[in-house]
Structure formats: structure tokens, C-alpha cells
């Protein structure tokens, strides 16, 4: 089975452009969340979704980041505009949402760079 | 406050020696999963071993090993016979509520295995 897809891998924009981050879950699965990851601050959760619904956002830093979910499988994670302390790695894992049981299945992730 | 604390930013061992990295968490939640993820180099989070909180076996996978005692709270990982390959960073996580979408991560240990 495919795991989590994430594209780009890697994403070098500049200040001030718009970055759109994809992901594709595993199919059955229906929670989905995004991270992103610095040396500085670790692992931060930015959003997730229960079946394509946004259930907590409390992560997302500012109006400059939105995330949807159009269908079961698939999500997108939008900054604009970006801003150099956007850059870090994005993360997009998903899983069977099963009560406590269940482990997230991470996709290698978007290393982005912002100048 | 802090949900998972993994006390060991970096750890060092033979090659082919067994490691524990430990991990606690601090929840008053009677239900809880208890998490291990792998992070190589190469950046992708991968999922290693789960402890469920009424399970009453210690978990295992491989070389894996989960040293789970709920009296004091502590989840660590055990890994056997360390092999070059698992130089990487390791994360514990713990997932509460009775929809498992609410991950919390420690700081990871990075561990280095010396030939």
C-alpha cells in the first residue's frame, strides 16, 4: 500500500509569493493532520481534519496559512503571502483515527525555504 | 505543560548493545496510546511501536521494545542489538481522547551508534 504522499518535496520561494503544500492520505484513513518542524520549536501541530472536517486550527500561526481538505484523500496546506520564518519541513500525516490505537502515518515531508 | 518529557537530548552506544531512551508522560486520563517514532537524516518520521494504556504486556517489534510502567508513568524504548542504522532521532508520543486525534510529541532523543 502507498504510504502518505507529499509534493513537493522540496519548495525554495521568495518573501512575499504563495506556497501551496499537497498531500495525498492513505486511502481508509480519515484524520489527517499537518506539522511543521523546527530546530527551534520541534514538532508543532498546525491543523487537523475528522473526516474532511477542520476540527482544531488552533496551530495555525496566522491568517497567512489555510489548509483545506476537498475530498477524503486529499489536503492542501496554503501560506500566502510567505514569510522567511515560514521555512521549515511540513509534515502531513493521516490516520485510521480509531481511538487511542491508531499511530499517525507520516509522508516524508516539504522541506520549505523561504528567502 | 508538558505531556511528554524525554529527559536524553543525545545518547550514545555500541554498536550491537542494547539502549533504553527513556520517555515520561503525564496525563490523568485512564485511556491513553503510547507512541515511538524514528527520524533518520533523512527526515522522514517513521512509526516504530505502540503501547496501548490496558495493555497489559510490554509491547514489542523486532528489535523494539516497549518498557511500559504505569505506576511511574514511563514509556521507554528499548532497542537491541544497535545496528549503524539506527543512528536517527526518536520521538515518544502519546495520543489521548476517545477519538485518538490528539497526538502530543516529546523533544526526541537523537542517538548515535558508534561502529
Known amino acids: 500500500d502507498a504510504g502518505v504522499i507529499q509534493s513537493p518535496r522540496h519548495e525554495v520561494t521568495e518573501m512575499g509569493q504563495e506556497v501551496t503544500l499537497r498531500c495525498k492520505l492513505i486511502s481508509g484513513h480519515n484524520s489527517l493532520f499537518w506539522y511543521r518542524q523546527t530546530m527551534m520549536r520541534g514538532l508543532e501541530l498546525l491543523i487537523y481534519?475528522?473526516?474532511?472536517?477542520?476540527?482544531?486550527d488552533s496551530g495555525m500561526p496566522e491568517d497567512r496559512f489555510s489548509a483545506k481538505m476537498p475530498n477524503a484523500s486529499f489536503s492542501t496546506l496554503k501560506i500566502q503571502p510567505s514569510e522567511p520564518r515560514d521555512s521549515a519541513v511540513y509534515f502531513c500525516a493521516s490516520s485510521l483515527g480509531q481511538r487511542w490505537g491508531s499511530p499517525l502515518h507520516f509522508g516524508n515531508g516539504t522541506r520549505l525555504t523561504v528567502t | 505543560a508538558q505531556k511528554i518529557t524525554q529527559t536524553q537530548p543525545g545518547m550514545f552506544v555500541q554498536e550491537k548493545e542494547a539502549v533504553t531512551l527513556d520517555c515520561t508522560y503525564d496525563?490523568?486520563?485512564?485511556?491513553?496510546?503510547l507512541f515511538w517514532y524514528k527520524q533518520p537524516s533523512s527526515g522522514e518520521m517513521i512509526f516504530l511501536i505502540y503501547q496501548g494504556s490496558y495493555d497489559q504486556q510490554n509491547a514489542t517489534e523486532g528489535r523494539y521494545s516497549l518498557n511500559f510502567q504505569k505506576a511511574r508513568k514511563s514509556a521507554n524504548l528499548v532497542i537491541s542489538a544497535s545496528q549503524l542504522g539506527d543512528s536517527a532521532m526518536y520521538f515518544c508520543a502519546m495520543s489521548l481522547d476517545d477519538t485518538g486525534n490528539q497526538f502530543y510529541f516529546g523533544t526526541g532523543t537523537s542517538l548515535t551508534v558508534i561502529p
Open positions: 496525563t490523568s486520563d485512564p485511556s491513553y496510546g
Open positions: 481534519f475528522n473526516n474532511n472536517v477542520p476540527i482544531d
